[in-house]
């Protein structure tokens, strides 16, 4: 697609709900990374996914936030058991190389999930 | 451990001036430094790099300096418009990876006509 396409755009969940948040990156990009913005913080680094390597979950809060991505394309973050600090904006973003730091990334608009 | 600074604080300027947002940062010395635009409800757009060879970097009326020396890139916007209000945001690679980037909370920047 002409850009990175995050789904929902919104989502309101109950306290211990699972859900799921999609990023379909720009076709032919092969860095795709997750990033959580909360109100009055900076972009918080979540997991990177480069082609076939292992990704780099370094960022993930607890065990309760999952990610993967199929076929190299669209990528999937799941938080389980969501809890009210999850609330915040899930911004995916992509880039055609992760060495590409010329071009910066390409963000989605991200998903602002509210758990209540 | 790494830290960047922003001016969280709105910065309110009239229209036709130049305007100036720093960021500051400290316990490391990067490679480069990005800055970012995001407008309210959209994901930040990438807007300019600076490497640390670079003194001044110039993109329309965009221009980003890069102190190594003082930790700091002032970025200015030249001849303002109201359409360029918006959050700037400066991020860096982190130690651990360059594909990794630590980014300021951003400064709001307001342009009154």
């Known amino acids: 697609g002409a850009g990175v396409s995050q789904s929902p755009s919104n989502k309101v969940t109950e306290k211990g709900k699972d859900v799921e948040l999609r990023c379909d990156p720009i076709?032919?990009?092969?860095?795709l990374y997750w990033y959580r913005q909360s109100l009055g913080q900076g972009l918080e680094f979540l997991i990177y996914?480069?082609?076939?390597?292992?990704?780099?979950k370094s960022g993930l809060p607890s065990d309760r936030f999952s990610a993967e991505r199929t076929g190299g394309s669209v990528s999937t973050l799941t938080i389980q058991r969501t809890q009210q600090e999850d609330s915040a904006v899930y911004l995916c973003a992509s880039s055609l190389y992760s060495t590409q730091a010329n071009y910066g990334y390409t963000f989605g608009s991200g998903t602002r999930l509210t758990v209540v | 451990s790494q830290k960047i600074e922003q001016n969280s604080e709105a910065l309110n300027i009239q229209e036709g001036k130049t305007a100036t947002l720093t960021c500051n940062y400290t316990n490391y010395s990067p490679a480069y430094l990005q800055w970012y635009r995001q407008d309210p409800g959209r994901g930040p757009v990438f807007l300019l790099l600076i490497r640390e060879n670079e003194k001044e970097k110039r993109k329309e009326r965009l221009k980003v300096t890069f102190d190594t020396t003082l930790k700091q890139s002032l970025f200015h916007i030249t001849a303002s418009q109201p359409a360029d209000s918006a959050t700037y945001l400066c991020a860096l690679p982190t130690t651990s990876g360059t594909y990794k980037y630590i980014f300021g909370t951003g400064t709001r920047l307001k342009v009154l006509a």
């Open positions: 076709s032919g990009h092969t860095a």
């Open positions: 996914f480069q082609g076939n390597s292992a990704p780099d």
